[in-house]
């Protein structure tokens, strides 16, 4: 892995070519976003105003955040990379990979949540399964949270380094101070108003980019061209123009060599596993929904994130398959080359598809609002996971096992102390992601290890009562220690520690260890709860479902909503077009 000191090189030149037009777009962007931080700051009194805005937002607000949060370095750089990679089967991670899941948390999961009135994702499993379940997945879920806002925080620097030409350890200092300052402000509500901003700020810069490339590429027929004619030239490097135009089979994308197979790991891999452990229990995106004013309205948040999450795809995959075909660096990087440069300063990698593309395409002011959207989706992100951690931290670790019954000015300042030290923390995390050509693999290794294993133990634990406290935290930890032993064995999804004796690598390899976890996950928390007592069912009300009272599920004013605006009808709508864009592509 990198470290910081290898971070440190300092930038020959900018990698964008940016004038007083564009400094003055990404300026006034910032000041809208500290602005909107001194106003939240306002609003917190306590410490539900700061961890979840006081249970007030309406779920327009909260369904764009939903999004907003998640539509940060997963998206923009590491779903372009894998565009320029793979190209259309990189629309899994949407439509099969997201659009389901999101659908389930809100129809299924988020009463349970919201009706518990828990604050947190951990909070919800101390009472399913006790302290050692808690403790097991605060930890896990405190790491990856630091661990992936490092993720957010490299790409941001990396922006701010292309822009700017500042060695890459300054622009990561600088990107975490602009962060820290909103969130720590403002909280939660100075979070979520930001990421509502940010998303119309990213749609505004990503559609004009996607326009004038597709446009410069001479259409989609001319992409089909230059890829198909790419493929043919390159076809010991790359995969067939077939598998890249192609959402089905997908093999270009999980590097099966069986259809049949690449299928299976889609459906199951990534589809089952990996996404419904990602949308379902990831405190993450659960805090923006349970920041709502109403089980209604909390509902309907992913629900309603799922309409613009369906067609993210075209502003975000399709721009890194044009990059393929316009820029020279990410076509030579394709062909096999090491290319000089990038925005890290050690290599053209496939992350750089975007800023590259900007480059060669934006005009000047174009560029700026660009640059603008790109640091937007980085702080969302960053944002998202840095919020999440510290709600997590403060309730779930330090008032649970370390300073109890304090006053709520107290966890307050904890609360606050805790972004300081996540984002310091980040900066340095921020060097596990420079070592990933695609951080999606990165990314995706990092859910197998902490997702995957917390929804099996999750789902298994909320529909069979008889799952036992002992098994809760078991299956955590041995899901946990198989998907991370699975990682190490493959051929590069663990990085340069990898081993490789199983012949996988990349998205596979992520799709293998996901599956490993859930099922170990499963199959030893039904044998060791076989072994030992249940709680009294008795106790088992808002947290299985089959004893929670369907009136405690639902909104009884919904009833009287008109259709559009109840979580059924919506949910229907929503899985009717995603399966159309499935059979479509």
């Not at 948390?105 to 951990?122: A, D, E, I």
């Not at 060097?431 to 290794?445: D, E, K, R």
């Not at 197998?448 to 406290?469: E, H, S, V």
Request: charged fraction near 10%.
């Amino acid at each position: 892995m990198s470290s910081l000191v290898h971070l440190a090189a300092p930038a020959a030149d900018t990698l964008i070519n940016a004038n007083w037009l564009d400094y003055l777009l990404v300026a006034t962007y910032f000041v809208f976003v500290l602005g909107i931080g001194v106003l939240a700051r306002r609003q917190v009194s306590d410490s539900i105003d700061f961890f979840l805005s006081g249970r007030s937002l309406p779920a327009w607000v909260t369904g764009l955040a939903f999004i907003s949060a998640n539509l940060g370095a997963v998206e923009i750089m590491g779903m372009s990379a894998s565009g320029a990679q793979f190209g259309i089967p990189t629309v899994h991670y949407f439509w099969v990979g997201a659009i389901p899941a999101m659908l389930f948390l809100g129809v299924v999961m988020m009463p349970f949540y919201y009706g518990s009135k828990v604050r947190s994702v951990p909070e919800f499993m101390l009472r399913r399964f006790g302290t050692g379940a808690h403790l097991v997945n605060a930890i896990s879920f405190a790491l990856a949270q630091l661990l992936i806002a490092g993720v957010n925080l490299f790409l941001l620097g990396s922006i701010v380094r292309a822009l700017l030409g500042w060695p890459l350890w300054v622009a990561l200092i600088v990107a975490a101070a602009i962060v820290l300052s909103y969130i720590t402000l403002g909280g939660l509500s100075a979070a979520i108003y930001n990421e509502v901003l940010q998303f119309f700020v990213i749609v505004a810069s990503l559609v004009p980019l996607t326009l004038i490339g597709l446009h410069k590429a001479g259409g989609w027929s001319g992409v089909e061209a230059k890829l198909t004619a790419f493929a043919q030239q390159h076809s010991d490097k790359v995969p067939a123009a077939s598998d890249q135009l192609n959402s089905w089979p997908g093999t270009a994308l999980t590097g099966f060599n069986s259809s049949f197979w690449s299928v299976v790991g889609i459906v199951f891999g990534l589809g089952f596993v990996l996404s419904f452990g990602y949308w379902t229990t990831n405190f993450v995106e659960v805090q923006r929904a349970m920041a709502s004013k109403s089980i209604s309205a909390a509902r309907k948040t992913p629900i309603i994130g799922a309409f613009p999450k369906m067609f993210v795809p075209f502003i975000v995959i399709l721009p890194g398959m044009i990059s393929a075909v316009l820029v020279s660096e990410i076509g030579r990087l394709k062909a096999g080359e090491k290319v000089p440069g990038g925005a890290s300063g050690e290599g053209v990698a496939y992350n750089d598809a975007l800023l590259y593309l900007m480059r060669d395409v934006l005009p000047n002011g174009l560029l700026g609002l660009a640059i603008a959207g790109l640091l937007a989706a980085f702080m969302a992100g960053m944002a998202a996971n840095i919020s999440a951690f510290n709600t997590v931290f403060s309730y779930d670790l330090w008032q649970r096992y370390i300073r109890k019954d304090h006053s709520d000015d107290y966890y307050l300042r904890i609360g606050r102390l805790a972004t300081v030290a996540a984002t310091l923390i980040a900066i340095f995390t921020a060097g596990f992601a420079s070592s990933f050509s695609n951080i999606m693999n990165y990314l995706q290794t990092l859910f197998g290890f902490f997702n995957a294993p917390l929804f099996a133990t999750f789902i298994l634990g909320m529909f069979w009562k008889r799952m036992t406290a002992t098994a809760g935290w078991v299956g955590l930890v041995s899901g946990t220690l198989s998907a991370i032993l699975v990682a190490f064995l493959s051929k590069d999804a663990f990085g340069s520690a990898s081993v490789g004796v199983i012949p996988l690598s990349g998205q596979g390899a992520s799709f293998v260890a996901a599956s490993t976890a859930f099922v170990v996950d499963v199959v030893l928390s039904v044998l060791v709860s076989m072994a030992t007592t249940p709680k009294p069912v008795s106790e088992l009300k808002g947290l299985v479902y089959s004893e929670t009272p369907r009136e405690d599920l639902v909104d009884p004013e919904e009833a009287s909503e008109p259709w559009y605006r109840r979580t059924l009808p919506l949910a229907g709508i929503a899985l009717v077009l995603v399966i159309i864009l499935n059979v479509s592509f």
